[in-house]
């Protein structure tokens, strides 16, 4: 299986293969583990025809380290994208495909979606994930495109992106996927060291008990309660826990009858960043 490197070679392989098919998308990082290979599975059974698009993101990253770091494996991702249905298109461009001259985003009004959790302690990061996704989606066109619920924010924003761009897609959010201790699925797991990535699993049995607690407690006490754990365990450090409205993403203060809320939470574990998060009711 050979990716595709340009937005031209993308283009005219589409006009000749899209004529009226269904078509989806799955954007990637690529690092590719089985919670991506879900979105896949998902779009090859919705779609007549399906590209997923591997490019690590610069714009969406203020840690020039983590951007470094972040695990790229190329010919790996194609084998695996190949071992689901190998007529899957791959589109994986270079920055300079992508950005041309200019490594910016856009500046989008996400309507305060973006103030908050991931936005707050990441500078400018939705604004770069809306300007890749942008990008592909204008240059794709799918009819449909998938994006996992560990991003919660991230997913929620896009249906905003779509929303003020006016772009027809449908988003299609789905499950995460967790190893067999708990911890979700990430192409950074494979930073940490197998120990630590055992112990991690810690991050979703302390989600599901603050879940059974938000049955009976205020938020503020399940918050406290949840720092308080992680710092007794001693391995994490917690950068946030939050429980917010799953609509407009505000911090909850009061809850209020049949709204939908959950927790979200960002840890680093031996310098490695990872987020989870859980529905609440
Ligand atoms: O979730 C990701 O892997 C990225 O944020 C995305 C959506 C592919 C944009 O770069």
Same mark, same amino acid.
């Given at each position: 299986?050979?990716?595709?490197?340009?937005?031209?070679?993308?283009?005219?392989?589409?006009?000749?293969?899209?004529?009226?098919?269904?078509?989806?998308?799955?954007?990637?990082?690529?690092?590719?583990?089985?919670?991506?290979?879900?979105?896949?599975?998902?779009?090859?059974?919705? $779609?007549?025809?399906?590209?997923v698009?591997?490019f690590?993101?610069?714009?969406?990253?203020?840690?020039?380290?983590?951007?470094?770091?972040?695990?790229?494996?190329?010919s790996?991702?194609?084998?695996?994208?190949?071992?689901?249905?190998s007529?899957?298109?791959?589109?994986?461009?270079?920055?300079?495909?992508?950005?041309?001259?200019?490594?910016?985003?856009?500046?989008?009004?996400?309507?305060?979606?973006? $103030?908050v959790?991931?936005?707050?302690?990441?500078?400018?990061?939705?604004?770069?994930?809306?300007?890749?996704?942008?990008?592909?989606?204008?240059?794709?066109?799918?009819? $449909?495109?998938?994006?996992?619920?560990?991003?919660?924010?991230?997913?929620?924003?896009?249906?905003?992106?779509?929303?003020?761009?006016?772009?027809?897609?449908?988003?299609?959010?789905?499950?995460?996927?967790?190893?067999?201790?708990?911890?979700?699925?990430?192409?950074? $797991?494979?930073?940490?060291?197998?120990?630590?990535?055992?112990?991690?699993?810690?991050?979703?049995?302390?989600?599901?008990?603050?879940?059974?607690?938000?049955?009976?407690?205020?938020?503020?006490?399940?918050k406290?309660?949840?720092?308080?754990?992680?710092?007794?365990?001693?391995?994490?450090?917690?950068?946030?826990?939050?429980?917010a409205?799953?609509?407009?993403?505000?911090?909850?203060?009061?809850?209020?009858?049949?709204?939908?809320?959950?927790?979200?939470?960002?840890?680093?574990?031996?310098?490695?960043?990872?987020?989870?998060?859980?529905?609440?009711?």
């Amino acid at each position: 299986m050979l990716p595709i490197k340009t937005k031209n070679e993308l283009d005219k392989l589409l006009k000749s293969k899209s004529n009226s098919k269904v078509l989806g998308l799955v954007p990637t990082m690529g690092a590719l583990h089985k919670g991506h290979l879900e979105l896949v599975k998902k779009a090859v059974q919705e $779609n007549d025809l399906v590209v997923v698009s591997i490019f690590v993101n610069p714009t969406q990253f203020d840690n020039p380290e983590d951007l470094k770091k972040y695990p790229r494996d190329l010919s790996k991702d194609l084998a695996l994208i190949e071992s689901i249905d190998s007529d899957i298109l791959v589109f994986a461009p270079s920055v300079s495909e992508i950005y041309e001259h200019s490594v910016h985003s856009k500046t989008y009004d996400f309507q305060g979606l973006d $103030n908050v959790m991931e936005g707050e302690f990441r500078d400018d990061h939705f604004n770069g994930v809306g300007t890749i996704v942008e990008q592909l989606f204008k240059l794709i066109k799918p009819d $449909n495109a998938y994006f996992g619920e560990k991003d919660f924010q991230q997913l929620r924003i896009i249906k905003k992106l779509v929303e003020i761009q006016k772009i027809p897609v449908n988003i299609i959010p789905c499950p995460i996927i967790r190893e067999a201790h708990g911890l979700a699925m990430s192409s950074r $797991n494979e930073r940490l060291s197998e120990k630590m990535r055992l112990k991690a699993g810690f991050i979703f049995k302390t989600l599901q008990s603050a879940k059974e607690k938000f049955g009976t407690k205020s938020a503020l006490k399940v918050k406290e309660w949840v720092k308080n754990q992680f710092l007794k365990e001693g391995d994490f450090e917690v950068e946030y826990f939050e429980i917010a409205d799953v609509e407009t993403l505000s911090p909850l203060k009061r809850k209020v009858k049949n709204k939908k809320y959950r927790a979200f939470i960002a840890v680093y574990a031996e310098d490695v960043r990872l987020i989870d998060n859980i529905a609440l009711n």
